[in-house]
């Protein structure tokens, strides 16, 4: 059964991918490790990493908003 964080997770790659797609070439790019990594890494807007903010029970939404916004630059 796929937890909230895999299914965070390959929501975050389609937008990951999307992204490279729009702004770059795919040809190098692996969106799933990217997002892996992306995951691991502290976002001061949550006070933790995306992962340990999803396993927390918090709102995978939030940070495919955060994950947008940092495509657009837009932080606030």
């Known amino acids: 059964m796929a937890?909230?964080?895999d299914a965070c997770r390959e929501r975050l790659i389609l937008i990951a991918r999307s992204i490279v797609a729009q702004s770059g070439?795919?040809?190098d790019f692996d969106p799933a490790s990217w997002v892996d990594r992306w995951l691991s890494e502290p976002l001061p807007?949550?006070?933790?990493?995306?992962?340990e903010y999803i396993l927390a029970g918090g709102d995978c939404e939030v940070v495919l908003i955060l994950l947008r916004r940092?495509?657009?630059?837009s932080f606030s």
């Not at 807007?45 to 992962?51: D, F, I, N, W």
């Not at 940092?70 to 630059?73: D, I, K, R, T, V």
Request: hydrophobic fraction near 30%.
């Open 45 to 51: 807007a949550l006070g933790s990493t995306p992962r």
């Open 3 to 5: 937890t909230e964080l």
């Open 70 to 73: 940092a495509q657009s630059g």
């Open 25 to 27: 070439d795919l040809q």
